[in-house]
């Protein structure tokens, strides 16, 4: 049986234009701690976490740094940084080519170990070690696996944003969260296949995956892993329990 290697990208190079802050929402500090160290305790210290991969701006390196030495989560697991794209999607396309530069011949490393990695935003700080386990559970059979949520309300849809013009059935939508976790050699053409262009558009982590004909499961999502995007979700993190994140 191959032995499984899980490298985790954790994507801190957004603005978070829409919290309306000075900084980017992922180095706010809530209970005296950015809110980004709070994701990266739990990977870097995740037992089936093998290493972790930041992106992140330059200006901010030292930050992080400073940051997971005062918290005790730095250690050897810690890869490094990779630069943000232009986009979501080229952040991801940065780290996955710092991961594949380190291997030197990457065909003998794909035969001799599975190689996953599973990529989360730093704007996610209560992600549990509960889902990861869950993530890497689910995956056997399959080239991915994502977390996801049913939809509560009655979806509409509009051609024109005007009126109504279709019905959608939300017992078959559902929406997608992170941490998402994928074959490494898979994922890595899936993205590659997107160059140069059409890989500005995508949205999503596991578009790519779709795209590329890759099988990805899903599993329920917590409802408590929820991304800080507004200021209500900011209030709503501080309101919460440390017992409970």
Request: glycine residues 4%; negative net charge.
């Amino acid at each position: 049986m191959k032995q499984t290697k899980i490298t985790a990208i954790i994507l801190s190079g957004g603005k978070g234009t829409r919290l309306n802050s000075d900084i980017p929402k992922q180095y706010i500090r809530v209970r005296d701690r950015a809110i980004i160290s709070y994701s990266l305790e739990i990977f870097l210290n995740q037992q089936d976490i093998d290493s972790v991969l930041i992106v992140a701006a330059d200006e901010w390196h030292q930050f992080i740094l400073d940051e997971m030495k005062e918290n005790s989560a730095l250690n050897d697991k810690f890869i490094g940084f990779a630069r943000p794209g232009d986009n979501r999607q080229l952040s991801i396309w940065n780290a996955l080519e710092v991961i594949n530069n380190q291997f030197a011949d990457k065909e003998i490393v794909f035969s001799d170990c599975d190689r996953l990695v599973m990529i989360h935003d730093a704007a996610r700080p209560c992600i549990s070690n509960d889902l990861i386990t869950r993530l890497i559970v689910a995956y056997k059979g399959y080239d991915g696996v994502m977390p996801v949520l049913p939809m509560k309300n009655t979806l509409y849809m509009s051609e024109n944003g005007q009126c109504i013009t279709a019905l959608l059935d939300r017992d078959k939508i559902y929406a997608g969260h992170t941490p998402e976790l994928f074959n490494l050699e898979k994922y890595y053409k899936a993205n590659k296949a997107l160059l140069p262009d059409r890989i500005k558009l995508i949205n999503g982590s596991s578009e790519p995956a779709v795209m590329g004909g890759m099988n990805i499961a899903m599993i329920e999502n917590d409802e408590n892993n929820f991304k800080i995007t507004t200021n209500a979700d900011l209030e709503r993190f501080k309101l919460q329990d440390r017992k409970t994140i």
